[in-house]
């Protein structure tokens, strides 16, 4: 939300009824050394986080321990570090990216310029790879304190991105513009509560919003990733926004359509499955003289890899959300942040969430499965229309599922089909049953005349040591297979 020039000067003057300079706050009259900027930025965002506060703060103009309003000739739109932006510069430098934000505002005169920073949420920001904190109203390392690197990590711990605010000190009108709350209750399927106040009790009873420790009301991340009618509004949030592109063919080489959106995750659900089943390709087959439309991919996968996309995601990597690509060949469903468990395990192992409670609230609005069964949904979509197996990958800072089209056997490669053996194994073991050679055939389409290829496909998946023999001792006819983490429990 912007400030408007009003709430700027408030923000400055309440800044400065603070006794002293705390962890959170600094004031400065003309420096500009980008070294101490970038420095302030990681003490100043850690030390919001430890003192449980939204953001940091540096602002230029006010003289120290007296507060007296000087103004200042710092202007950071023309600042510069090694021939880059001021801005572009401290954000190379920051690890990971915390948004923050130059502001301007005049007072009694007098040019204040503002730098909000967003406190840190799940690891301590560091500038040049170095931690910094404020102690004493001195900058120093992290390190040197390892009591209050002890309390950043609890914070961490203790309050997750989802319960931080997008929006603080709201009044009561503003909550219900700026979230979609037909949208809530149609989702639980409940009456809309007669008179605002009720209104705002059910919205406070999932954490979407809390009370201000003054007045008004704290829009949530939470709050405002599910119900935004506008991401836009948030700042911080903005890029999050899910982003869907279509290519022409098969490369990234021409786009056809690339379209982000702007509403929060469970108002814009369905609109956004709408939208991605539209550019999903499709063919037509003609069964007992009646034309029918096939889609490429079953509903259900994609519709539980972009749910996990935007339950599952890092927000804690700043810049980028969730993104959908579509090609001719394939669908990618890609989202912020490397995966919390092994790719090779996500089948069958429990789940892991950074995000609890967007997870939850996801679930009971039955955007996603239940908790564990959402790939397990996928894997069995896919065999079910016997397409090629999905991949699970993760390349830097990112988790990634694909979905691919039709392919005969004869056209899939060896990693396709040995991907295919493997997630066919992992998916019989979490049915309590086991992978055999007549199962696979089944899983291809292939008839019992080929059982050798299968045969073939088995053993290459065996020599990747994925799968292994139930029971080395049964004959070839016999034999059941299980994947590799499950052969100590067989």
């Known amino acids: 939300m912007s400030y408007s020039e009003e709430n700027l000067a408030k923000l400055v003057r309440k800044l400065c009824d603070l006794p002293s300079e705390t962890e959170w706050v600094e004031f400065k009259h003309n420096t500009t050394d980008p070294e101490d900027i970038g420095k302030y930025i990681s003490a100043l965002s850690n030390g919001a986080a430890l003192n449980d506060q939204h953001h940091g703060y540096l602002v230029w103009g006010i003289k120290n321990h007296t507060h007296e309003i000087l103004g200042t000739d710092f202007d950071p739109k023309k600042a510069k570090a090694k021939n880059q932006p001021l801005r572009h510069w401290l954000l190379s430098m920051l690890k990971p990216e915390v948004p923050f934000h130059f502001l301007e505002v005049g007072i009694d005169g007098e040019k204040v310029v503002i730098l909000e920073i967003g406190r840190a949420t799940s690891h301590p920001v560091s500038f040049k790879n170095v931690e910094y904190i404020r102690i004493d109203e001195v900058t120093r390392q992290l390190t040197s304190s390892p009591e209050r690197a002890r309390r950043l990590w609890k914070m961490f711990s203790e309050k997750p991105f989802e319960k931080l605010s997008a929006v603080e000190q709201a009044d009561d009108k503003t909550v219900l513009q700026m979230l979609d709350y037909p949208a809530y209750f149609n989702l639980l399927k409940k009456p809309i509560p007669e008179g605002r106040g009720n209104i705002l009790n059910e919205l406070k009873s999932s954490r979407l919003i809390v009370q201000h420790d003054i007045e008004g009301w704290n829009i949530t991340n939470l709050g405002a990733l599910l119900f935004a009618k506008s991401l836009s509004d948030f700042p911080d949030l903005k890029r999050k926004a899910v982003r869907v592109i ?3 063919g098969k490369d990234r080489r021409e786009t056809d359509r690339d379209r982000t959106g702007d509403m929060g995750y469970a108002t814009g659900f369905k609109g956004l499955m709408e939208y991605i089943d539209a550019l999903l390709p499709s063919h037509e087959i003609i069964e007992e003289g009646i034309r029918n439309t096939v889609r490429m991919f079953p509903d259900l996968a994609v519709r539980e890899l972009v749910a996990n996309a935007l339950i599952h995601q890092d927000f804690s990597i700043t810049g980028t959300g969730p993104k959908i690509e579509i090609f001719d060949d394939r669908i990618e469903v890609t989202n912020p942040g490397e995966p919390l468990i092994s790719t090779d395990r996500f089948v069958d192992a429990p789940p892991q969430s950074r995000n609890e409670s967007l997870a939850s609230l996801m ?6 499965e239940e908790q ?5 949904k996928v894997v069995s979509e896919v065999e079910r229309a016997q ?3 999905p991949l699970f990958d993760a390349p830097p800072d990112a988790t990634r599922a694909i979905l691919f089209s039709h392919k005969k056997l004869a056209d899939m490669d ?5 991907r295919a053996c493997y997630l066919h194994a992992c998916l019989k073991w979490v049915s309590n049953e086991r992978m055999t050679n007549s199962s696979l055939r089944e899983r291809f389409g292939i008839k019992t005349n080929n059982r050798a290829m299968v045969s073939r496909i088995i ?5 990747k040591n994925l799968v292994v023999p139930e029971n080395t001792e049964a004959g070839p006819k016999f034999m059941r297979y299980v994947p590799f983490w499950a052969s100590s429990s067989s």
């Open 246 to 248: 279509k290519y022409k």
């Open 372 to 376: 564990g069964s959402g790939i397990d």
């Open 414 to 418: 060896k990693s396709d089909r040995i």
């Open 387 to 389: 397409l090629p197996a």
């Open 459 to 463: 053993k290459d998946t065996v020599e």
């Open 363 to 368: 679930r009971q609005f039955g955007i996603c």
